[in-house]
């Protein structure tokens, strides 16, 4: 059963001509941790927006094709049950927090929802402790640092227990070693939760080591979907215009100069692989 | 290798034993002691909340250090406006919405324009040229709001360079930006560098900062903790760690080559170095492997 | 430029007997103070009820933010004194100053104590829709965020030589522009990704909303209350019988 998909679905924002998504056909399996790349304005928000009935709800414009979620239509089912199937962190934390603390943050959703109050606190507990931020919980959002406050924001959709979380370019604010740590936590929730994770991100560097798939996205369109390997050693890829880590480039120069004719390596160590086998060849 | 700027002239900004104290008390800026000579490049990293944008906006007076001085050309700041420093020192910010506000492009660039005295002629003149430069001058006539989040960045950065400040200050432009805008970020600030220009970025970007930025300070709770040739200061675990910055990813896989025996590998600093490595590595292997 | 006085009225968390109270309690403390402020127009009784008021801000531990929001009158406290002797007695004036304290004190006390979060539950408690009490609350959350956002519009205008002084009425109207417009510009956007974060949490969700916190009315709130409800009808018993007070309560001022 596909988790999210697209079916010949196209999208244009109110008031604009071209369309931001074109043709979108797209299946989206469970337990993947899904990388999307694309170069600025090709239309990786967008393509988010879609997967949890933003668009067409909340956003208006004009459609045309299905997109489904766990089977439901995102054009009739409401955002609030769509949410406990799909659950979007956004890029900017401090816009996603919306109460004056952080146990009231990550509350908020399930109240919404109508939750029991002791259930709740039991869920608290646990997406609380994943995120690792029981110590901050009477803390006022603007007390917090940024890598915190996107924590409180990932902790608070977790809490909703969706089966896919998707990241928008979580750490485009954040200073490097912060968006580390929050990458890298992505990962532990995915394994900790059996999550489907789609992540839009500019620091590949970070992200690929754990990425199972790529989505690649040009003018609105999703020009491959693929594993990572697969990806990664195509010609869109090559030809896109992303932050190509630096494993990347040096494997790819060797590459073009005839010295190198595996597979791309997409972290340090997997680099370190490849070039034992060089070294003992 | 690179090597910095040194001038036997005075340097063009001079920054002495600056503290900054908030009102509430917390100390923002530590003892603060940098000299910045004119056609420098110079990066400044450290985690977010460390002092960088507080350091920047001392420059042009936004910001007035609790104690200590500024000088810049060789004048002290303290009695100097923020309009007047803000002629040679064009502070460029984050947030393009947070200063874009004209009806037109055209607009935006004259309000800029305005505050410099120019007569009708020149102000045309001025404002055609840095619209031809920035390739703006298509968009002359629509809103800044209808501008995609390039362009609304290119027209924020053309509007601080269109008064021709001498020392340019970025903070973060590179910030969520794919490798083409990158590209065309390094392509501007080299003309600028070559027009003798002195620039100050402050960046989160360590591949960026490593590969064209010459100088860096690294700055944490509101100290400079080290300063020198960026690739000595990336290059350096102790700071990167204390500062909370990761090594850059050439750096990672240097040291990894080098458990593994590739002995000398730690001569090579920049990705170009360990890719003519590895490439006159492998290329010695086969010819030996043929010759056998 | 700064927005520092807006912390006069910036709720902290703090352990006191005031803090611990609930809401409705401390919204009773700012109406009976209100009230009492406005039954007197003579300087001691106005006097003796902002005396009665200093106890309270020094055991709710707000004593310094208190005297910050009091700091904050003395340019009203100026324009009333001049007004008032012009125009009446200093004696009057004196008085009208009291009671602008206990009025901006009473209520300086209720924000300066109520976190936000209960501030909405109490809202709701008293029978106000849940979507008026969230969004009251989630205008109180974005100020800091919105006065940080003003900063930076500001710092980014100065720095490409706007500047803030103009002369003339219609000048510094126009000169708000650069400043006023981004900061709409900013917060619509803003608000736009705020909505589209609490759709995604289910906000609007058809369901009945379930509450994870409740404020509790207990026996200290009630005590609390029936005290200031006594202090209350002493004040208006004085008030009525004012005629046979002792002389030392409506002195005045002998100019």
């Known amino acids: ?281 | 290798m690179i090597t910095i700027y040194i001038s036997k002239d005075l340097p063009l900004i001079i920054i002495e034993n600056v503290d900054y104290v908030y009102p509430n008390g917390t100390v923002a800026l530590k003892n603060i002691n940098l000299n910045v000579h004119k056609g420098e490049m110079l990066g400044i990293m450290g985690k977010n909340g460390a002092g960088k944008t507080t350091l920047i906006r001392t420059l042009n007076g936004l910001i007035r250090p609790t104690s200590g001085d500024i000088y810049i050309n060789n004048e002290n700041t303290n009695s100097k406006s923020i309009a007047e420093l803000s002629k040679n020192i064009g502070l460029i910010f984050q947030n393009p919405s947070h200063q874009l506000f004209a009806n037109s492009v055209e607009d935006e660039i004259n309000f800029s324009l305005k505050n410099l005295y120019l007569n009708k002629e020149e102000l045309q003149i001025k404002t055609n040229e840095i619209l031809k430069k920035f390739n703006l001058d298509k968009y002359r006539d629509r809103s800044p709001l209808n501008l995609s989040g390039g362009e609304s960045k290119k027209l924020a950065i053309a509007s601080i360079i269109c008064r021709a400040p001498e020392i340019l200050v970025f903070d973060e432009p590179t910030l969520g930006q794919d490798a083409r805008e990158i590209e065309s970020f390094i392509k501007l600030i080299n003309t600028e560098k070559e027009k003798g220009k002195t620039i100050i970025i402050i960046t989160h970007n360590i591949e960026f900062a490593f590969e064209f930025i010459p100088r860096t300070i690294l700055m944490e709770s509101g100290e400079i903790i080290a300063d020198g040739p960026t690739q000595n200061v990336l290059n350096n675990n102790f700071l990167t760690e204390r500062s909370s910055l990761i090594l850059p990813q050439t750096r990672q896989l240097s040291l990894a080559l080098q458990k593994i025996g590739f002995q000398d590998i730690n001569k090579a600093v920049s990705k170009n170095d360990i890719i003519e490595y590895l490439i006159n590595f492998l290329r010695n292997k086969t010819t030996s492997v043929q010759e056998e | ?255």
Not at chain 1, 92 to 120: D, T
Not at chain 1, 206 to 220: C, H, K, S, T
Not at chain 3, 159 to 186: A, D, H, T, V
Request: glycine letters at 4%; proline letters at 4%; a neutral charge.
């Open chain 3, 1 to 255: 430029m700064s927005l520092e006085f807006l912390n006069a009225f910036k709720f902290m968390k703090k352990e006191s007997f005031l803090h611990n109270l609930d809401p409705r309690a401390k919204l009773v403390l700012a109406l009976t103070y209100t009230i009492s402020a406005l039954l007197f127009n003579q300087i001691i009784p106005l006097l003796i009820i902002f005396l009665s008021l200093i106890p309270l801000v020094i055991f709710g531990k707000i004593l310094k933010q208190w005297i910050k929001s009091i700091r904050g009158l003395s340019f009203l406290v100026l324009f009333i004194i001049i007004l008032n002797t012009l125009f009446l007695s200093l004696s009057f004036a004196i008085a009208m100053i009291f009671r602008i304290c206990i009025m901006v004190s009473a209520f300086s006390i209720f924000f300066l104590t109520v976190d936000p979060n209960d501030l909405a539950l109490s809202l709701i408690s008293m029978k106000f829709p849940y979507e008026f009490a969230f969004s009251f609350s989630l205008a109180f959350r974005f100020v800091p965020t919105i006065a940080n956002e003003a900063q930076n519009i500001i710092d980014a205008q100065q720095s490409r030589g706007y500047e803030m002084q103009k002369k003339g009425f219609i000048n510094q109207i126009k000169n708000l522009f650069p400043l006023l417009i981004p900061l709409i510009i900013c917060s619509i956007k803003r608000a736009f990704n705020v909505a589209e974060a609490l759709e995604s949490r289910a906000f609007g969700s058809k369901k009945e909303r379930s509450y994870y916190y409740t404020i509790k009315f207990s026996l200290k709130d009630w005590i609390f209350t029936i005290y200031l409800i006594l202090i209350l009808i002493i004040f208006i018993f004085i008030k009525i019988q004012f005629s046979v007070m002792p002389d030392w309560l409506v002195w005045r001022l002998p100019v």
């Open chain 1, 1 to 281: 059963m596909d988790l999210i998909r697209f079916e010949k679905f196209y999208y244009r924002y109110k008031g604009n001509e071209e369309y931001a998504l074109n043709n979108i056909n797209l299946r989206i399996e469970e337990d993947n941790f899904i990388l999307l790349c694309g170069e600025t304005g090709s239309g990786k928000t967008t393509l988010i927006r879609c997967m949890n009935g933003l668009i067409p709800q909340f956003y208006s414009g004009f459609y045309k094709g299905k997109v489904f979620v766990n089977e439901k239509d995102t054009i009739n089912t409401p955002i609030a049950k769509l949410s406990t199937d799909v659950g979007i962190v956004f890029q900017n934390p401090e816009n996603q927090l919306i109460a004056m603390n952080v146990e009231h943050e990550i509350a908020f959703g399930l109240e919404n929802l109508g939750v029991p109050p002791k259930e709740i606190s039991k869920r608290i507990k646990e997406s609380t402790s994943l995120t690792e931020i029981e110590h901050i919980l009477d803390k006022a959002p603007f007390e917090l640092s940024g890598g915190e406050q996107q924590r409180v924001a990932i902790a608070s959709i977790l809490v909703l227990e969706p089966k896919i979380l998707i990241l928008d370019e979580p750490t485009a604010l954040l200073d490097p070693y912060m968006a580390k740590k929050i990458i890298n936590l992505i990962k532990e929730i995915q394994v900790e939760r059996n999550l489907t994770i789609i992540i839009s991100e500019h620091r590949l560097d970070l992200v690929l080591p754990f990425a199972d798939q790529m989505i690649l996205m040009r003018n609105g369109e999703a020009i491959e979907h693929a594993s990572r390997d697969d990806v990664l050693n195509g010609l869109n890829f090559q030809n896109l215009m992303l932050n190509k880590p630096v494993i990347y480039t040096i494997f790819d120069r060797l590459r073009n100069e005839n010295l190198f004719f595996g597979k791309i390596p997409a972290s340090i160590p997997a680099a370190i692989d490849s070039m034992k086998k060089l070294q003992s060849e």
